[in-house]
C-alpha cells in the first residue's frame, strides 16, 4: 500500500480506558493506543474509571479524565510514529447514556482551542458540571417510574423508545438532574452523549446526537424518528421544553455524515490534515456490531466492564426486558441488545475470591478461575439425576432483572422441577467459576431465544455463530461454556483485534463515511473487504449435543429462580 495511503481513526471511551485503533483502507489494524483510566491518569481518586456516591446509588466519572485521556493517546499514537495527515476520517465510540453538562463558554472554549496547549489545560471550564453520569449508576427509580408512566405503561415506553425506562437511560438521568441541580441546569448551554462529546472535541464545536446513541435515552421515538414530545416535557422538569430542545440539538439520520473538518487545534498539534473529515461517534456496542459484517442470524456477546448481548435484525420486536436501538449505518435495521451491569467485574470477584482461597495469586490471574470452571461438570451436576446448581452474582444491582445486589445459591431439581435456595452441595468459592458465567449465558439464552432460529436439519434454535468480543474474549474457558450454553452450529469466533472490537467498529464506520459509494451500505462496503481467514478465529466449538439440552433444561430453572428471587425483593421491600 502506498506510503501516503488513506488512514482511518476509531476511538473507543468505554468505561475503563480510551483507546483509539487505526486502520487502512483494506481494514487492516496499523496502531492501536489505549490509556487505562485508572493506571495512566493523574488527579483523579477514580476506581474502574468511575467515582461512587454509595448513598445515593450514584456512579459518575469526571469529564476532565477524559480530556486528559485523549491527550495522551494521541500523544501515545504520534510516538508509535503515526503519520497524522494520512488520516482521511475520524469516528468513535462513547459508553452508552453517559451525559456531558456544556457550559455557556463551550462553544468559544471549543472553538479558540491553543494548539500550544493539552486540552484538559484549556477545557476544563467549559463544562457547567464536572462529571458524567456513569451507566453503572442506579439512583433514578423515581424518574424511571415516572418514564414508565408517561406514555401508559413500560411496555409503551418500550414500543415508542426501544426499552422501558432505565436507571441509566440519559432521559431519567436528564430529569433528575433538573431536580438536583436546577441552576446548574439552567446555566447549562447543551448536553452530550459520551458519544457526541468525543466528536465535539474533534469538531472545535457542539456535535449532535448519534442515530443509534440517541436510542438510549428513553427520549427518542424510534419509528416516528423523532424526539417524543410528552416525554420531553416530562424530562425538563418544568424547566422548559423548547429549551431542554435546544440544550439536546437535532439528530441527523445519515451515520456516515460528514460533520466537517478537524479542529484547526489537530492539525497545528498533531499534523493532521485540515481535510480530515468528522464522521458521528456512536455508542459502544452500536459501533461493536460494525467491527464485522454481522449477519442477522449470528449473535455478538461483548465481555467488558458490562456484559452485552447484540444482534443486527430487521424485526422491530420491543419488550421491558431488552433493547432496541436504530441500527448505527443502515436503515431498515436495528439493533438488538441486553445489558448487564454484573459482567466483568463480578467475574473479577469470584476470581479473586478463589485465588484468596487457594492462597495463591498465578502470573495469569485467571488461571485458577479457568482451571477450576472447566474441571467442574456442566451446572455442577454429578450425573442426570443430581440436582443442577445455579445462581445469582450481583455485586452491583442489576439491570435485567431489575434486583439490588447480592448473592443467592439454589439447587434446581429437572426431573421434579423443584427449585430450593441453598448452600448445601456447593463448594464455594470453587463451584462459583462455573457457576457464575453459566448464570450469566443462561440469562442472554433465556432473553434472547425469541430471536433465534433453527438452522435447518432438526436442530434447535440457536446462532448461527457466536462472536465474543471484549476484555473477557481471551478467556478459552468462558468460550467453551458460551459455545455450550449458546450453541452455535459454526462455533464460537474471537476477533483478531480481541478486546479492541469497539474501536475497529468505529474505525470501520469512519472508513464507510469516507469512502462510500453513492448509496453503498456499510454491510456492502466492509463485506467486500473482509478478510474472514484473516480477521477471525474459531476459539471452541458452539452447538454440541446432549449439553445443549441440558443447558435448555436449566433455563427453565433459572426463569423460575429470577422470578422467587424478584418476588422475595418485593416483599422485602414491602417489609414482609
Ligand atoms: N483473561 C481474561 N479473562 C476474563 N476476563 C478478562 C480477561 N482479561 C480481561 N478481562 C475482563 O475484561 C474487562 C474489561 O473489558 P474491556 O472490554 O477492555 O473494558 P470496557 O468495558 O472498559 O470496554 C475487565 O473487567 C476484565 O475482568
Ligand atoms: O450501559 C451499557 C449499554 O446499555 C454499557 O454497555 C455501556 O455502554 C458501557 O459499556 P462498557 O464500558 O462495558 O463497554
Not at 483502507?25 to 477514580?46: E, Q, R, T, W, Y
Not at 500523544?75 to 455557556?104: C, M, N, P, T
Not at 446548574?184 to 452530550?192: A, E, F, H, L, Q
Not at 478537524?262 to 458521528?280: A, D, K, L, N
Request: hydrophobic share 35%; charged share 20%.
Amino acid at each position: 500500500m502506498a506510503s501516503d495511503a488513506p488512514l482511518y481513526i476509531g476511538f473507543d471511551l468505554s468505561t475503563q480506558q480510551l483507546k483509539g485503533l487505526v486502520v487502512n483502507s483494506d481494514l487492516k489494524v496499523v496502531h492501536v493506543a489505549k490509556f487505562d483510566f485508572d493506571a495512566d491518569s493523574h488527579g483523579f481518586p477514580i476506581k474502574k474509571g468511575v467515582l461512587n456516591n454509595e448513598a445515593e446509588h450514584e456512579v459518575f466519572a469526571p469529564v476532565a479524565l477524559w480530556l486528559q485521556a485523549l491527550d495522551g493517546v494521541l500523544e501515545s499514537l504520534r510516538k508509535q510514529g503515526l503519520d497524522f495527515s494520512r488520516v482521511k476520517g475520524i469516528s468513535g465510540a462513547g459508553q452508552q447514556h453517559g451525559s456531558v453538562y456544556w457550559g455557556q463558554n463551550a462553544e468559544s472554549l471549543l472553538h479558540n482551542l491553543d494548539s500550544t496547549k493539552p486540552l484538559e489545560a484549556q477545557l476544563e471550564g467549559a463544562f457547567s458540571h464536572p462529571y458524567s453520569p456513569n451507566w453503572q449508576d442506579s439512583s433514578t427509580q423515581k424518574e424511571c417510574d415516572e418514564f414508565d408512566a408517561a406514555l401508559g405503561k413500560p411496555e409503551d415506553l418500550a414500543q415508542a423508545t426501544g426499552s422501558k425506562a432505565h436507571h441509566r437511560f440519559t432521559g431519567p438521568q436528564i430529569l433528575r438532574f433538573t431536580r438536583k441541580y436546577p441552576e446548574i441546569y439552567k446555566k447549562t448551554s447543551r448536553i452530550s452523549l459520551v458519544s457526541s462529546f468525543l466528536a465535539s472535541l474533534f469538531l472545535g464545536h457542539v456535535a449532535p446526537f448519534d442515530i443509534s446513541d440517541v436510542c438510549g435515552m428513553n427520549l427518542w421515538n424510534i419509528k416516528k424518528g423523532a424526539y417524543d414530545e410528552r416525554l420531553i416535557q416530562l424530562c425538563s422538569g418544568g424547566l422548559g421544553v423548547e429549551d431542554l430542545k435546544q440544550k439536546l440539538g437535532e439528530v441527523p439520520e445519515d451515520g456516515g455524515l460528514h460533520l466537517g473538518s478537524v479542529h484547526s487545534y489537530f492539525v497545528e498539534r498533531f499534523g493532521f490534515s485540515p481535510g480530515c473529515t468528522v464522521i458521528p461517534a456512536t455508542g459502544d456496542n452500536p459501533a461493536t456490531i460494525l467491527a464485522l459484517p454481522l449477519l442477522p442470524s449470528d449473535a455478538m456477546v461483548s465481555l467488558g466492564t458490562s456484559t452485552t448481548f447484540l444482534m443486527s435484525t430487521p424485526n422491530y420486536k420491543p419488550d421491558p426486558a431488552t433493547h432496541f436501538f436504530n441500527h448505527p449505518t443502515t436503515p431498515g435495521l436495528y439493533m438488538f441488545m441486553l445489558c448487564y451491569k454484573n459482567g466483568g467485574l463480578a467475574r473479577e470477584h469470584v476470581r479473586d475470591a478463589i485465588n484468596e482461597s487457594l492462597k495463591d495469586t498465578p502470573a495469569h490471574p485467571w488461571a485458577n478461575f479457568d482451571k477450576i470452571a472447566l474441571q467442574t461438570a456442566p451446572l455442577g451436576q454429578q450425573n442426570p439425576m443430581s440436582p443442577m446448581k445455579m445462581g445469582l452474582f450481583f455485586p452491583r444491582h442489576e439491570i435485567v432483572p431489575n434486583i439490588s445486589k447480592g448473592q443467592w445459591r439454589f439447587t434446581y431439581d429437572v426431573n421434579t422441577g423443584s427449585l430450593q435456595e441453598t448452600a448445601d452441595g456447593w463448594n464455594s468459592p470453587q463451584d462459583e467459576a462455573r457457576a457464575i458465567v453459566e448464570s450469566q449465558l443462561l440469562s442472554l439464552r433465556l432473553r434472547s431465544r425469541d430471536l433465534t432460529q433453527s438452522p435447518g436439519n432438526g436442530l434447535p434454535s440457536q446462532p448461527r455463530r457466536v462472536y465474543l468480543v471484549g476484555g473477557g474474549s481471551k478467556n478459552k474457558a468462558i468460550a467453551k461454556i458460551a459455545g455450550e450454553v449458546l450453541g452455535g452450529v459454526e462455533g464460537v469466533y474471537s476477533l483478531d483485534v480481541g478486546d479492541n472490537a469497539c474501536a475497529l467498529g468505529a474505525a470501520y464506520k469512519a472508513v464507510w463515511g469516507i469512502e462510500r459509494q453513492p448509496g453503498q451500505t456499510f454491510e456492502d462496503l466492509i463485506g467486500q473487504r473482509w478478510n474472514e481467514a484473516e480477521f477471525i478465529e474459531k476459539i471452541a466449538d458452539g452447538y454440541q449435543k446432549g449439553v445443549f439440552e441440558q443447558y435448555g433444561q436449566a433455563v427453565e430453572g433459572f426463569e423460575k429462580m429470577e422470578l422467587q428471587v424478584l418476588q422475595q425483593e418485593a416483599d422485602k421491600a414491602k417489609g414482609h
